[in-house]
């Protein structure tokens, strides 16, 4: 085998390893939700790390405006792990 042949080679196994590691696309929306699904109120969208400080600190704020304004807002809550 040719070195250009050996190049060649190593930039497909690249490019096809590239494509293999794509993440697929949910066929339905994860999450769960939080409180009450009301018709006409605000949708807000959360993405968690359970392992995260950031959002262990951000939940109970996120808590306390969903319960203060009841049924004008509907929580959505996706966990979503880091690398």
Known sequence: MGRSSRILSFFLF?????IKCEAQIP???????FGKKAA?????????D?????????WPP???????????VTLVVHTFPLP
């Open 27 to 33: 066929a339905e929306q994860g999450g769960f939700l």
């Open 62 to 72: 996120l808590k306390k405006a969903v319960q203060y304004y009841g049924s004008r």
């Open 14 to 18: 690249l490019i096809f390893s590239a």
């Open 40 to 48: 006409e109120s605000v949708y807000v969208e959360a993405f968690f």
């Open 50 to 58: 359970p392992l995260c400080p950031d959002s262990r600190d951000s």
